[in-house]
């Protein structure tokens, strides 16, 4: 039982590199989302998606990109990277299902350094 | 837009003590859930308590119970006999019972325990 699933853990990039941060969840959630955690601060959300082929913005989504192709899938892309990205990055996923709301399920997040 | 905050950048507490963690939110929503979550240093967001706002009574999980005033808008954790295993980052955060299931996170507490 998988759950959340990110890639990398662990990832340096150059001011102005672009990359994608992966993640994948095995739960048949509707619910996906990004969240951004900076140096002893809570979370802040950039993207979430309701379901394939649905994103919307959060509260901090400048630089950022998302797509939702697949209910499984909801990658972060970073264009352009800057310093004021140098972050640990959580995605998470939940659901309503019956009438219940799920918990919120969370990787095991992705630490990016920009240098 | 609602907020969580926490006052509390850091608490320390002795080894089968008890501490209470505080948080205060703003909402203008009557249905909604309120989360303690626990960071350990593997970074793993774990979810330690949850409360629905409709509900009166407090909510419990062995050594975790909360203080949920609803009035005033307050949400204290407290753990008794603490352990070396508590130490950790507590996070309060706040979700509508409404649309996406966005999680609003506070700043955190860094919980200490001396032995």
């Known amino acids: 039982n998988a759950g959340v699933t990110q890639t990398p853990k662990f990832r340096i990039l150059k001011i102005g590199q672009s990359m994608t941060l992966q993640c994948a969840q095995d739960?048949?959630?509707?619910?996906m989302y990004w969240y951004r955690q900076d140096p002893g601060m809570g979370l802040k959300l950039i993207y979430y998606s309701v379901g394939a082929g649905i994103t919307d913005k959060g509260e901090v989504p400048n630089g950022y990109n998302v797509s939702r192709s697949t209910t499984e899938d909801f990658p972060l892309r970073l264009e352009l990277a800057a310093p004021s990205q140098t972050s640990v990055y959580f995605c998470a996923s939940s659901s309503w299902t019956g009438g219940m709301n799920t918990e919120a399920f969370f990787g095991q997040g992705t630490r990016l350094t920009v240098v | 837009a609602q907020t969580v905050t926490q006052s509390q950048p850091e608490m320390s507490v002795q080894e089968a003590e008890t501490v209470t963690l505080s948080c205060t939110y703003d909402?203008?929503?009557?249905?909604?859930?309120l989360f303690w979550y626990k960071q350990p240093p593997s970074r793993q967001m774990i979810l330690v308590i949850r409360?629905?706002?409709?509900?009166?009574q407090n909510a419990t999980e062995n050594r975790f119970s909360v203080n949920f005033q609803k009035a005033a808008k307050s949400f204290s954790l407290k753990i008794s006999d603490s352990q070396l295993g508590d130490a950790a980052m507590y996070f309060c955060a706040y979700r509508s019972a409404q649309g996406a299931q966005k999680l609003v996170f506070g700043q955190g507490t860094r919980l200490t325990i001396n032995p």
């Open positions: 909402t203008s929503e009557s249905d909604y859930y």
């Open positions: 739960m048949n959630h509707n619910y």
């Open positions: 409360q629905e706002a409709y509900k009166q």
